[in-house]
Structures are given as C-alpha cells and as structure tokens.
C-alpha cells in the first residue's frame, strides 16, 4: 500500500536533509536525474584517496528522493568508494530482485523498502546513490590520469538515473 511507501520516517527524512548545498570546490560534481518523475539530485564530492571527505547536494526530488539523500548525507562523510559502490548495488538488489537492505550505519535504507512494490519510484531512490558513484568514478578518473600523465577531458557530469 502506498501509504507503507510514504510512512512518518521517511517524511521526516525528507523535511530534515543535511549537507544541503554546494561545496566551493568539489573534485567532482555529479548529477542524476529521473526522466520518470522529473526528479534531480546533484552531489559535491570531496575525497582524500578512497575516504569521503566532505559532501553536499542540492536535491529536488519527491519525498522517497528526499529521504535517501537524507540517509546518504547522513553517513556519507568517512565511507570508502568500495563502500558506497556497494551499498548502491545493495538498494538495486533490495528494490529490483527483493534483496535484504544494508546493515550497519546505513541501516534506516530499510525504510524504503516498500518501495520495491512501485517500479515508478525506483528511479527517485536511487538518484543519490547514482550520482555519488558517478562522482566517486571522476574523481578516480582523474587521479588515474594525473598518475598516468594522461590529460583526458573532463567526464561528463551527469547520468541517467537507473531504471
């Protein structure tokens, strides 16, 4: 029931969003946007090697969007690429193949898991999770090609949401 999908928590997830904004100079910015719903979320990543440092986002996106971008600005600062590589395939397995959600620090995932039962909705869940791994991927881009002494043109900041 729908009503499941839109419970109290995530409601409040979504009205309390940290990290709203933009860093004054990221080393990667990423946005992800669902042609479904017209949603977009764009992420200011900063890292020092594989570690998270700083994070911001600018999200507008319904209130499932909302609420895992709350989540993910929550636990975000101090998590590792593998991590959050990870954990976004984790929320594709437990919307699309009805997967467990993660554990750990990122536990509060587990309230949109009635969003499996809306394929319409997965898109909007997803935006941040696609746009910090997009970031993630500039930012190894880069360090791959400053290591290499390649000068490769900047990646493309944006990414369809996945469907």
């Known amino acids: 029931m729908l009503n499941d999908v839109y419970n109290k928590r995530i409601i409040e997830l979504a009205g309390n969003i940290p990290r709203l904004g933009r860093l ?4 990667a910015t990423a946005t992800a946007h669902s ?3 017209g949603s977009t979320v764009k992420v200011d990543v900063k890292m020092d ?3 998270v440092t700083d994070f911001a986002h600018d999200v507008k996106a319904c209130a499932l969007g909302q609420a895992s971008s709350s989540i993910m600005a929550s636990h975000v600062i101090g998590s590792t690429a593998s991590e959050l590589r990870e954990l976004r395939e984790t929320v594709r397995k437990m919307l ?3 997967g467990k959600p993660p554990e750990g620090k990122w536990a509060d995932i587990a ?5 499996r039962d809306y394929k319409a909705r997965h898109a909007s869940t997803m935006l941040t999770f696609d746009a910090v791994v997009d970031a993630i991927g500039q930012i190894e881009a880069k360090e791959t090609d400053t290591a290499t ?3 490769a043109a900047e990646p493309k ?3 369809p949401a996945s469907a």
Do not use: M, T, W
Not at 24 to 27: E, L, N, R, V
Not at 111 to 115: A, D, R, S
């Open 24 to 27: 004054p100079s990221p080393d």
């Open 35 to 37: 042609k479904l719903c």
């Open 49 to 51: 090697g594989p570690i």
């Open 96 to 98: 699309k193949e009805n």
């Open 111 to 115: 309230l949109l898991e009635p969003v």
């Open 149 to 151: 002494g390649n000068n």
């Open 157 to 159: 900041a944006s990414q």
